[in-house]
């Protein structure tokens, strides 16, 4: 699978152009919730041209996890500290989450099924999804993205990625972060340097 390098100023980019298109299509939500990793970049930037432009917007990080149950062969999704979405907004309330990439869907899916499942907004909340990256054929849900930027298949590297990369790959991420990489190599671990 080919993997796609994206520098930190293309997300930076992207989620500005992203927050751009939500404003533009006239939707103005109270809260953005970004997902704890990778949608957390995002969400700052995006929260931020709303700010800019005079829309006050709250926000929150928010994280989730797979786990597995008792008797169950596939991992679940699940939805961690979102008490305050529950203590401050309402059916009423307009929602727009905001992730990196939209990949199996599953993430999404549970998120939307907790909010609703606890605010009582059924089918009829206006909650929304925004990511710069959507993967339709990695899709295993019936939903899409309200807003993205783009469509890939590819594997999908993000600035501060650095697990399952080669040396090589790492190197060609630019910046210090080879450097920074060989030097606690050196010093944490018995792995070869570069």
């Known amino acids: 699978m080919h993997k796609h ?26 809260c953005i919730i970004a997902l704890w990793r990778g949608g957390t970049p995002v969400g700052v930037a995006v929260q931020e041209l709303f700010e800019y432009c005079g829309i006050a ?5 928010i994280r989730t996890s797979l786990y597995s ?17 529950f203590n401050n907004f309402s059916t009423d309330n307009k929602l727009l989450i905001v992730d990196d990439v939209f990949d199996t869907g599953l993430t999404i899916k549970a998120l939307l099924a907790e909010i609703r499942n606890n605010l009582g907004t059924g089918q009829h909340g206006d909650i929304r999804v925004a ?12 939903l899409i993205p309200d807003y993205y930027l783009h469509e890939t298949d590819d594997w999908l590297v993000f600035p501060h990625e650095l697990c399952d990369l080669s040396d090589d790959e790492i190197a060609e991420k630019g910046g210090s972060v080879k450097e920074v990489v060989q030097r606690l190599r050196r010093e944490f671990t018995k792995s070869p340097t570069f």
């Open 5 to 30: 390098f994206i520098s930190a100023q293309d997300l930076l980019d992207d989620a500005y152009e992203l927050a751009a298109r939500v404003i533009e299509s006239g939707f103005h939500p109270d």
């Open 57 to 61: 917007v709250d926000h929150i990080a």
């Open 69 to 85: 149950g008792v008797d169950q062969r596939q991992r679940q999704v699940k939805v961690h500290n979102l008490d305050y979405i």
């Open 131 to 142: 990511m710069p990256w959507f993967k339709p054929s990695r899709n295993k849900t019936d």
